[in-house]
């Protein structure tokens, strides 16, 4: 079946194929999508509107359908239904207006090195401690406000450039009313799509013309954008960058756009193209975060005076994360059998000290207490270190997870680390890893044998793995970024 913009919200994933088939089938359905005639008027008229090319506002565009794409419903978002047109009409004539009326010319307001973008909290800050000194200055766009000068706050009702939007007020006008006529048409609100690019211009149009800089470092790969690339380089930037937090799992690493991707290691970056990335050079150097937040912290390190643990479990919020995660109907199931797994090896040995380390802000997962109701595995959310959940692994003797980044980077650390991947199932998740299944567990018997031979008798499991497929050593990390900048 075609698809175009008038049948598009029929679809439906088949949920019973592998997530890599579910992958493929949505980036094709996508890429049709793209070429409907409804969009091809709106994305010309949008180009026209900012003097943004046609091709950087279809990448971005594709970018978003991904993202309103639920994969636990194995649809999209209920939001493209007529029902929602005019809430979101409205609130673009909302911010058309603010615009025209609460603007001003903008003023370049300080000249940089380097922009670190996309900063949740003043923890990420952290992150590129190293790096940001080795420039003689930085500054960190953060979505918490502050008082420092080097840190800037976005707030969306800001004042914009006003030169911009009087001299093109009719152009906004008709871009509105094209969108109203092609929903009608097509009985779609086609404003949840345009909205989302028409805001973006008009932040990035803000930021990079009042502050000028010759990089641009991103902290998340999943929330780059071929928008904000395109009005950086405009604006005078030179390189666009972005480093490798998470593993590349299907479902958050579609459309990734930046010219360098700072990955963790050689093997982590595998079927990155089949996902529609637009990537100049990808280098791999270790995690910048483990360098910073554990490798280079060595105060805090030498406080952290945590009881040994025999089997560490590394939590990844999956309670929290319902239409990222559950991309087909085995991973669910299989998920909680991997905790399933930790109790029954509790009770089996219960002289085991097991510890499941969950983030800082995970609020609760029922099932998850209700499986290990009885059971001897203790759940810590809150870390009581000053390193977070990094503090756990120096007296960990066995450290798993079903799908946490820290695996690979404690890898790079020589730690015994496996996945537990019941049935080899998890292929959101590994498909992006180069012969991962030499560091994924795949039965309770083999994870067993794992437990006896590491934990109890104190064996090194992996004596010949390469470690830097993974994740590479990271103690330079912030050099090897530089240095590529240089």
Not at 117 to 144: G, R, V
Not at 199 to 213: D, G, L, Q
Not at 316 to 345: E, G, P, Q, T, V
Not at 372 to 394: E, F
């Amino acid at each position: 079946m075609i698809y175009n913009i008038r049948n598009f919200l029929f679809y439906n994933s088949d949920r019973s194929q592998d997530p890599k088939n579910i992958c493929i089938q949505l980036k094709k359905i996508i890429d049709e999508l793209i070429k409907d005639k409804s969009l091809i008027s709106i994305i010309k008229c949008l180009s026209n509107l900012s003097e943004i090319p046609f091709k950087v506002l279809e990448f971005d565009l594709k970018k978003k359908f991904f993202l309103s794409f639920q994969f636990t419903k194995g649809k999209f978002s209920k939001r493209f239904k007529l029902f929602y047109l005019l809430k979101d009409l409205s609130s673009l004539i909302f911010f058309c207006f603010w615009i025209l009326f609460f603007s001003k010319k903008l003023k370049v307001k300080k000249k940089v090195d380097i922009i670190f973008d996309d900063l949740d909290n003043f923890d990420h800050l952290n992150f590129f401690k190293k790096l940001s000194n080795k420039f003689n200055n930085s500054h960190f766009i953060i979505k918490k406000k502050s008082k420092k000068k080097d840190h800037y706050y976005f707030q969306p009702l800001s004042l914009y450039d006003s030169g911009h939007t009087r001299k093109n007020f009719f152009k906004i006008i008709f871009f509105l009313y094209l969108v109203f006529v092609l929903s009608l048409k097509n009985r779609v609100n086609l404003f949840f799509l345009v909205n989302t690019l028409f805001f973006r211009i008009y932040k990035y149009e803000k930021i990079f013309s009042e502050i000028k800089s010759n990089y641009l470092f991103s902290n998340k790969f999943f929330s780059t954008s071929s928008i904000k690339n395109y009005i950086f380089k405009k604006k005078g930037g030179i390189v666009s960058a972005c480093t490798q937090r998470n593993i590349l799992e299907f479902s958050i690493s579609y459309f990734i756009n930046v010219d360098i991707l700072f990955c963790l290691g050689d093997g982590t970056t595998n079927f990155i193209k089949e996902l529609g990335a637009e990537i100049k050079q990808i280098v791999p150097i270790g995690s910048i975060v483990l360098e910073n937040k554990y490798l280079s912290d060595h105060e805090n390190r030498d406080r952290t005076k945590i009881k040994n643990i025999d089997i560490l479990n590394i939590g990844i919020n999956y309670a929290h994360s319902y239409d990222r995660s559950f991309m087909d109907n085995k991973h669910f199931r299989n998920y909680y059998k991997h905790i399933y797994w930790l109790k029954k090896i509790s009770i089996k040995y219960p002289f085991l000290n097991i510890i499941i380390k969950h983030h800082d802000n995970n609020s609760g997962d029922r099932l998850e207490e209700r499986i290990l109701k009885n059971s001897n595995v203790k759940i810590i959310v809150r870390s009581d270190n000053l390193l977070g959940t990094y503090g756990y692994l120096d007296n960990s003797k066995l450290i798993t997870s079903f799908a946490s980044t820290m695996i690979l980077e404690a890898l790079s650390l020589n730690k015994n680390c496996v996945f537990l991947d019941p049935k080899m199932q998890n292929i959101s998740f590994f498909e992006s890893l180069k012969n991962s299944e030499k560091i994924r567990i795949k039965s309770f018997h083999e994870f067993e044998n794992l437990v006896r031979n590491v934990v109890i008798e104190k064996n090194k499991y992996f004596n010949s793995i390469n470690a830097n497929l993974y994740c590479k050593d990271s103690n330079n990390t912030s050099d090897e970024i530089f240095k590529v900048f240089e």
